[in-house]
């Protein structure tokens, strides 16, 4: 017998638990709690000196129910121990709302990670559906007249650059409304990791004087291209590449260096994701067979970005 466990029972301590009591009220086993005590997280309310005993008092029930389950939840021990010193202060105070938005931080990190899991369960269960195929079909981008910044993306870069450009051409264009915005991007930029960047907005007008230096007028061509609408947010953007390079492959067509994306919709217009609309326009050489007109543009959705 643990006599640690049972010292409470004999002494009669009313406000003060034995290890085993605690563990019996809690569901919290014995080994758990010690192992709490070793990393500071649930300290016994006093340790006798003489036997090494543990006692607990019925104040640390919550606490150390709150610490199972954000462990549970897998909250780092750094981030707990911050978010336990500061409810050691008491509910109400500063330190009580800091404690609150460690918690709220790790939830919303957890909700991330539960939705980026839940679609890729979708896109695994479509990939495994035969019957499964994203609408691509072959269209004719007329000219267009836009505002863009031309942009070296080197290895290793996180989107800061692609930030930097719309920064750069939503002050160019100011308060006029605008098309959605959109971009030309070199295969090497998925293939390799760094290569060209063009991103757009359209404009009919000139460039307006103090527009930043990066902002160039440029002149879109006709241009003909495999054009799918992916939609909901990019995670699965690789299903819809690989549709539209499915497609050009049967179709035997030329591909050209080039893919553009519209952001139809995109996180500039709405802050849930699942109403996103990306089209993806993969740029091959003119065939005879190609549709004239479809003035649909192009649009930014690669994964990239």
Known sequence: MDEETDMGEETGLAERWTIGE?????HLS???????????????????????YRYYTPAQVRPALTIRRLRELDL??????????????????????????????????????????????????????PRAERAVSLEVLPPQRVLAVS???PPGADLSWYDAAMHDLDLAAGD???????????????TEGHGSATVYLPAEVA???????????LQLPRRTAAVATHHGPHDDLDLT????????????????????????????????????????AWLVDPAPSAPGGGGRGSGPGHRYL
């Open 207 to 217: 460039l307006p004087p103090g527009a930043p230096a990066t902002v160039k007028p």
């Open 176 to 190: 006029r409304p605008v098309l959605p915005p959109g971009g030309r991007y070199e295969h090497d930029l998925f």
């Open 76 to 129: 780092p021990l750094a981030d707990l121990r911050r978010f336990l010193d500061a409810e050691s202060t008491g509910a109400g105070g500063t330190d009580h709302g800091a404690a609150q938005q460690i918690v709220a931080a790790h939830l919303r990190r957890l909700e991330d990670r539960l939705g980026r899991t839940q679609r890729a369960v979708q896109a695994l269960r479509e990939l495994l559906d």
């Open 30 to 52: 014995i080994r758990t709690l010690r192992r709490y005590h070793e990393q500071e997280l649930l300290v016994p309310a006093h340790v006798d000196p003489a036997t090494g």
């Open 241 to 280: 590449y690989g549709a539209v390079g499915s497609f050009i492959a049967r179709r035997g067509l030329r591909s050209q260096d080039l893919v553009e994306e519209i952001y139809l919709v995109g996180p500039r217009d709405t802050d849930e994701p699942e109403r996103w609309r990306t089209l993806v």
């Open 22 to 26: 605690f563990s019996r009220i809690t």
């Open 151 to 153: 942009v070296d993306v």
